[in-house]
């Protein structure tokens, strides 16, 4: 069965870093553009980053602009979030999507092909 499973989450402090994957099973993500998004406790969901599929492309949202780099490693089928500069309005659940040949186009909500189940961070001291 196709699907896509985000790891790497966890605890951090403030300023800290951390790198969340994003990997496919039972397909190639070679021709999906993935996207990350997050959602905090009482908070709505909120795109975060994008890559395309040829990661030529890569959108950032203004929040996470020089603290957050998105990459892909077709090779290993999976996708990337390195989180630097942790803070603390960082923390959520963070949730990667799939979608063929997508754009990536803030605020990326979107029908995407594949959501993986979320990954938790917490940046704290």
């Known amino acids: 069965q196709s699907h896509i499973v985000e790891s790497g989450g966890g605890l951090v402090q403030p300023g800290g870093s951390l790198r969340l994957s994003c990997a496919a099973s039972?397909?190639?993500?070679?021709?999906?553009?993935i996207a990350w998004f997050r959602q905090a406790p009482g908070k709505e969901r909120e795109g975060v980053s994008c890559?395309?599929?040829?990661?030529?492309?890569?959108k950032y949202a203004d929040s996470v602009k020089g603290r957050f780099t998105i990459s892909r490693d077709n090779a290993r089928n999976t996708v990337y979030l390195q989180m630097n500069s942790a803070k603390p309005e960082d923390t959520a659940v963070y949730y990667c999507?799939?979608?063929?040949?997508?754009?990536?186009?803030?605020?990326?909500?979107?029908?995407?092909?594949?959501w993986g189940q979320g990954t938790p961070v917490t940046v704290s001291s």
């Open positions: 890559i395309n599929h040829t990661g030529g492309s890569t």
């Open positions: 999507a799939a979608l063929l040949y997508g754009l990536c186009v803030f605020p990326l909500e979107g029908e995407y092909d594949y």
């Open positions: 039972g397909f190639t993500l070679e021709h999906y553009a």
